[in-house]
């Protein structure tokens, strides 16, 4: 049995070794370790144990006695009660060494790598000029105090709900049109949902904005069909906001987590907004999946384009393929591009995507990619090149072993997860050698790092 040095409320000093997956600064008192957030690599903290687990411990810091030179005064006056931001102490170059470093370490304990061997081949962090105002969707949880309606995000740990009203990572259309779309519901007296007493209406805004057109989609996410005046709702709203182009509701009625209901319904204006990476165009509707950084999406494609290093007479999967971005990306370069995915809405978006931007060598199909890409094998297709770009829990067990029986030359795997990333990799690497990671930062003041993998088939 490990016996803890630490109880809790106990006070103690210890020194940062390194950044953990998410944000927290990890040191060791006793040899075991203690995650503190908001500490920095070579800060020396005093420190207060909040909880006490099998082989680690939780503290929150009491003071700083020794200062990194790297720690800056956040953008953000919420940061440290909102839970959307973990690094905003940290100056952005100071961020973009700790990205590459979580995504090593994630990578040796997982897969079985020393970090000498993945300090050579992995590269230095992609970040932006300006990591502020990049996030083009938000999507606000809605609650109510004594004054009236506010929208927000929840509390680090908790469920309770901090009012946000001016998102400083969120496009300054985004938070134009919430602030407005809160002030509507509250003069139409759409009250919040509680899930406790089943009663009242609005539970999520969901607003996207595009980077080039500037167009605006809003979905307002309700608990039932009890609201009678929504389209005289949304009227209002695209006169006060000249950006709103399409206003959707979406019904959902269940428990659980999941923000959309089935369904959107398109309530007033036009079915989809517009976007553009590099040559190509997108038509978004509400249900969309798109990335959230616009302008990071067009470097990390170009990254793997670059790792994929397709030829004219090159076929391509897309597994995972959403709107059809990736792989359309690619089109040009290769001879055929198959892509799959489990969302229906998406693949219809995919296909109306690929005839937008004129290319007649894209194919979609709907399942799972590890049913649908058997069949495609089984039919006489081999494809040379495979992009996987799975949801944070990673490529299932199914996945993995149809990576492994179709043994494309080159797999490339785009992960927004570190830990599933290794856990994968230590499976993948029996047949393929990885030979590069190129980590992107996708989500700027975040713990959250996208990374790109180069495996080729030994």
């Known amino acids: 049995m490990i016996v803890s040095p630490l109880k809790l409320d106990d006070e103690f000093l210890v020194t940062i070794k390194r950044i953990g997956i998410n944000g927290e600064g990890i040191g060791y008192y006793k ?24 082989g680690y411990s939780e503290a929150e810091i009491v003071r700083i006695k020794k200062k990194s030179p790297h ?15 973990q690094l905003q102490h940290m100056s952005y170059e100071e961020q973009l060494v700790v990205k590459r470093s979580m995504l ?3 990578i040796e304990r997982y897969a079985n790598m020393p970090i000498p061997v993945l300090e050579k081949i992995t590269r230095a962090t992609i970040g932006m000029k300006n990591p502020l105002q990049y996030r083009n969707k938000a999507s606000m949880p809605v609650s109510q105090d004594d004054e009236g309606l506010l929208v927000g995000l929840f509390e680090i740990n908790s469920r309770r709900l901090i009012p946000v009203e001016n998102c400083p990572i969120h496009y300054d259309g985004v938070n134009h049109v919430i602030r407005h779309a809160v002030e509507l519901l509250d003069d139409f007296r759409v009250y919040p949902y509680n899930a406790k007493s089943k009663k009242g209406t609005i539970r999520h805004l969901v607003v996207r904005q595009s980077r080039v057109s500037k167009e605006v989609q809003i979905t307002f996410v309700m608990a039932n069909d009890s609201f009678p005046k929504m389209e005289a709702l949304a009227r209002e709203l695209m006169q006060a906001c000249k950006d709103v182009r399409s206003v959707f509701m979406s019904i959902n009625s269940g428990d659980g987590h999941e923000i959309f209901g089935r369904d959107a319904k398109l309530i007033r204006g036009k079915e989809t907004i517009s976007d553009t990476l590099g040559h190509l165009k997108f038509n978004l509707s509400a249900k969309s999946f798109y990335q959230l950084n616009s302008q990071q999406t067009q470097v990390l494609y170009n990254e793997v384009k670059k790792a994929a290093k397709v030829t004219k007479n090159e076929s391509v999967i897309d597994a995972y393929c959403g709107v059809g971005t990736i792989g359309q990306f690619l089109a040009k370069d290769a001879y055929e591009v198959r892509g799959v995915d489990t969302n229906a809405d998406a693949i219809e978006d995919a296909r109306a995507n690929a005839k937008l931007n004129g290319l ?17 094998v089984k039919a006489g297709f081999k494809p040379n090149v495979m992009i996987v770009d799975p949801p944070r829990s990673g490529l299932d067990t199914k996945m993995l072993n149809l990576i492994l029986n179709v ?16 856990k994968n990799l230590s499976k993948l690497r029996g047949q393929y050698k990885v030979d590069y990671v190129q980590p992107v930062d996708m989500f700027p003041q975040t713990s959250a790092v996208e990374s790109v993998v180069r495996l080729v088939r030994k």
């Open 104 to 106: 090593m370490h994630a």
């Open 71 to 85: 720690r800056v005064k956040p953008a953000c006056g919420l940061y440290g009660k909102c839970g959307g931001c």
């Open 407 to 422: 043994r494309p030359r080159v797999l490339i795997y785009v992960s927004c997860n570190p830990s599933t990333l290794a």
């Open 31 to 54: 040899r075991q370790a203690v995650f503190i957030p908001g500490a920095m690599v070579d800060e020396e903290v005093v420190a207060t144990c909040t909880k006490v687990a099998k």
């Open 360 to 376: 007649d060598n894209v194919f979609y199909d709907v399942g799972d990619a590890g049913v649908v890409v058997p069949k495609w």
